[in-house]
């Protein structure tokens, strides 16, 4: 079957937030570009991240609130009352997609017809064949490209023996009609703190595991000792701790160095994410990549990949993955990939027209990208 070819000057993998403001800068500097996506549109943080995580402790709290505050005069559940743990989560769910849904359509309505939705991989330096949803495949070819592909969970080695149904992620969390009773929640950053407090205030018995000596990244030993006071009261937690997980014909059995132990249902992965380059086959465009599979030369301010015309932004180059990061770093993505096409030279974000950055999302990340070389410290 002969592929199709559309020619653009940058093409943009990715509609997550750094690829909407990447074609947003792409277009504001006369360029014509494409969108791709594999889908599902929605980003990360609507999707799988802080959304969903925050409509889960609110749906927690709302019952927690009804437990605990007889003192305003409202009548205390029955004894040994329970929510209803579907009924709960699908009610997360529903505020999740709430957010999801409306993010996927404005991606649609601010990309239009240069949307093209499908799974792009590099077959030459400057084009990429894109296999589309509709099974049909498209040749695009560009003069310089943004990878926006973002990120995916990171599955540590020693759980890779553990059945697949009985580990569950962030992305996959938020798809099942009932969080089993017991889980263990394995990696105590921002996202796993919030989904065991979530979990067991809905009920569910947790355990939390983390191999660092801190919780959620806290480093001032006096926050850490009251965070950790904090939340060991709603479930038990052990820091910097070499467990041991053990599938058993019902459950799995978690064993830690001091021979104490957990039985729990499933387990929550929470060890951070994973860049999604690898899917978009970087040698094929000239780029070398290193043995973790990132390219061998990346520069952090201008976000370029070698001397390639390819611009990686978001999640998928790992340096700061917070959404307003995204945000900012999509737009000087797209600004480079536009300069690029137009043969002109990329600019490091500390000399990019100093206060497009801070339009591109009000918080101080983007304040500090815009302050002057004299006075600019790389966060």
Not at 145 to 167: C, D, H
Not at 217 to 230: C, H, N, Q, T, W
Request: charged content about 20%.
């Amino acid at each position: 079957m002969t592929s199709a070819t559309r020619s653009v000057d940058v093409a943009i993998i990715g509609a997550g937030t750094a690829g909407l403001y990447a074609l947003r800068e792409v277009r504001k500097r006369g360029c014509s570009a494409v969108l791709i996506d594999h889908g599902s549109l929605g980003t990360t943080c609507a999707r799988v991240g802080c959304m969903p995580s925050k409509a889960a402790l609110h749906v927690a709290h709302l019952w927690n609130a009804a437990r605990t505050a007889t003192h305003c005069g409202f009548p205390a559940p029955a004894a040994g009352s329970e929510p209803d743990l579907t009924a709960a989560w699908a009610e997360v769910r529903r505020k999740r997609d709430f957010f999801a849904d409306r993010t996927a359509e404005r991606t649609r309505q601010f990309a239009g017809d240069d949307l093209i939705m499908g799974s792009a991989r590099f077959i030459a330096p400057h084009a990429v064949k894109v296999a589309r949803d509709d099974g049909e495949k498209v040749i695009v070819e560009a003069k310089a490209f943004v990878l926006a592909v973002g990120s995916r969970p990171f599955l540590p080695p020693n759980l890779m023996s553990i059945n697949a149904t009985r580990l569950l992620t962030t992305d996959s969390l938020f798809e099942i009609d009932t969080p089993p009773r017991r889980i263990g929640v394995v990696g105590l950053g921002a996202i796993g703190i919030e989904m065991g407090l979530a979990l067991s205030r809905l009920g569910v018995d947790v355990v939390g595991v983390e191999q660092a000596p801190t919780l959620a990244g806290i480093s001032d030993p006096e926050v850490r000792a009251k965070a950790l006071a904090r939340f060991q009261r709603e479930f038990p937690i052990r820091l910097e701790t070499a467990a041991t997980f053990e599938e058993r014909a019902a459950d799995i059995l978690i064993r830690f160095p001091d021979r104490s132990q957990a039985v729990v249902d499933a387990l929550l992965v929470a060890t951070g994410r994973r860049s999604n380059l690898d899917r978009v086959d970087l040698p094929a465009a000239g780029v070398t990549l290193n043995p973790r599979g990132f390219p061998e030369r990346f520069d952090p301010e201008t976000l370029q990949a070698g001397g390639a015309p390819i611009f990686i932004a978001g999640d998928a180059n790992g340096l700061l993955p917070l959404m307003h990061e995204a945000a900012v770093e999509g737009g000087a993505a797209g600004r480079n990939a536009a300069l690029v096409a137009k043969g002109e030279t990329p600019l490091p974000r500390k000399v990019l027209p100093r206060w497009q950055s801070f339009s591109a999302t009000r918080t101080w990340s983007a304040l500090a990208h815009a302050l002057p070389i004299s006075t600019q410290k790389r966060s």
